[in-house]
């Protein structure tokens, strides 16, 4: 079918990279390319010999003239952004000088000031359109997944949808006293700012883990999770007509959020530079060289990721409740694919965004995010790709 630039070499592409391999058909070339490219020669040594032909280039993503030139080389149909969010409108601007397709998982981030937004990217709105090519924003699992949920529970289960709840729990242990299970400077950034959630037309902002819930999942059981500002939150809002509410809760540990709170309260999760020996360095990216690195996690987790949605609403004139999710566990993670569940629930999604633009059958010119398209073609993939959803009662609130 055709050739994909994947552009970062981190936990996530690692995914992506497997992912596309075990589906040749769609996937006959990959180029994988990024800052260090011993990492991405790694996963070439370790993926080559399949159907699908790998190839490896370096490339700092940063800069848009480098990004162009690559395009340019390589001829993909599509490119997959698994770099991180600071690289998301130099790499568009790079597929509108190419007029490549774009997907990514994670909303545009300027890197020296701790706020995401989709108004960025969805300035380019205009200009995709004109050059005839599709962008699919948020094609990982939060954001990704969970608003294919949302466009599944609309188109099958309700006329209206009023609230949506979305619940990411993670079970797993990975045995270190901190780390986090994607990157941990985007990770840190986001559960460090305020909270928010959408009511009434409106987002209503709380403190930094203001607002708990404990919730008893299937399979998992009892976790606690913390109310956070997320960016499906932002799109949901204006793409599920007649939602009244949502809201978006993760499960953190005691251990976690005690480790964090020393963090914040020396200045480790600053992002401001500051001066150190005639260096300038960023105390949070210094943390984040210190703490484990995500990719290697993999062997060492144990347990389960629950990651769904409860919605509410209106179907044939009756109030309904309805819940879907995920059950992931890292260590079969682990066996099929060296990575642990955070990095494999982003990447096979990441994979059937791509899949689902390069064969056509998401293909609008413009910026989209992922609810906007028919979501049955992308849940039937997750069932074959490794994220079989469920649906059933919803957990309970404990407290
Ligand atoms: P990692 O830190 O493991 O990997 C990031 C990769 O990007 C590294 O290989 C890094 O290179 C590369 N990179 C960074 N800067 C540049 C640059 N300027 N030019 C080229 N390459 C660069 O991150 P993860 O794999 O954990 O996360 C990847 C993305 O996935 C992030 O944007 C994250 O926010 C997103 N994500 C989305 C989720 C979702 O559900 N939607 C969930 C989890 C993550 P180097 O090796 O040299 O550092």
Redesign the pocket.
């Known amino acids: 079918m055709g050739k994909a630039l994947i552009?970062?070499?981190?936990?996530?592409?690692?995914v992506v990279v497997h992912k596309c391999c075990q589906n040749s058909e769609v996937f006959e070339e990959i180029c994988i390319?990024?800052?260090?490219l011993s990492?991405c020669d790694a996963l070439k040594d370790k993926l080559q010999g399949g159907k699908t032909k790998i190839t490896t280039a370096q490339?700092?993503?940063?800069n848009t003239e480098e990004v162009i030139a690559l395009i340019k080389k390589v001829k993909p149909n599509v490119v997959i952004n698994?770099?991180?969010?600071?690289?998301d409108l130099t790499i568009m601007d790079a597929c509108l000088a190419t007029k490549v397709d774009y997907v990514?998982?994670?909303n545009y981030e300027p890197i020296d000031t701790a706020k995401f937004e989709y108004k960025w990217q969805w300035d380019y709105k205009k200009r995709f359109e004109e050059a005839g090519i599709t962008a699919l924003l948020?094609s990982?699992?939060?954001?990704?997944v969970t608003g294919v949920f949302s466009a599944y529970a609309l188109k099958h289960y309700f006329d209206e949808i009023h609230t949506i709840d979305i619940l990411d729990a993670n079970a797993g242990d990975h045995g270190y006293p901190f780390a986090t299970?994607?990157?941990p400077e985007?990770n840190i950034r986001e559960i460090t700012a305020n909270g928010s959630y959408f009511e009434d037309g409106q987002f209503i902002e709380t403190e930094p883990l203001e607002i708990k819930r404990v919730y008893n999942f299937p399979v998992i059981g009892n976790k606690d999770m913390y109310l956070l500002h997320h960016e499906e939150l932002e799109s949901l809002a204006l793409n599920i007509t007649g939602i009244k509410r949502i809201r978006f809760f993760m499960t953190f540990s005691e251990r976690y959020l005690t480790h964090l709170k020393v963090l914040e309260n020396v200045g480790m999760t600053s992002i401001k530079p500051i001066d150190y020996e005639g260096h300038k360095i960023v105390p949070l990216q210094f943390l984040a060289a210190v703490l484990p690195?995500?990719?290697s996690l993999g062997p060492r987790t144990k347990g389960k990721t629950n990651i769904g949605n409860i919605f509410t609403g209106i179907k044939d004139g009756k109030e309904k409740t309805y819940y879907i999710y995920n059950v992931c566990d890292h260590e079969e993670c682990y066996k099929e694919v060296g990575s642990q569940a955070?990095?494999y629930?982003?990447g096979v999604?990441a994979m059937i965004g791509a899949m689902m633009v390069m064969t056509g059958t998401w293909k609008r010119p413009g910026v989209n995010n992922i609810e906007e398209f028919d979501p049955d073609p992308f849940m039937e993939a997750l069932n074959k790709f490794g994220l079989p959803w469920q649906e059933s009662f919803c957990p309970e609130l404990v407290e």
């Not at 698994?82 to 690289?87: E, H, I, K, R």
């Open positions: 552009i970062g070499a981190g936990g996530v592409a690692s390319a990024s800052r260090t990492k490339v700092n993503a940063d698994v770099a991180l969010p600071y690289q990514d998982t994670a948020g990982g699992f939060d954001p990704g299970n994607f990157n985007i690195d995500p990719a955070i990095s629930t982003t999604p």
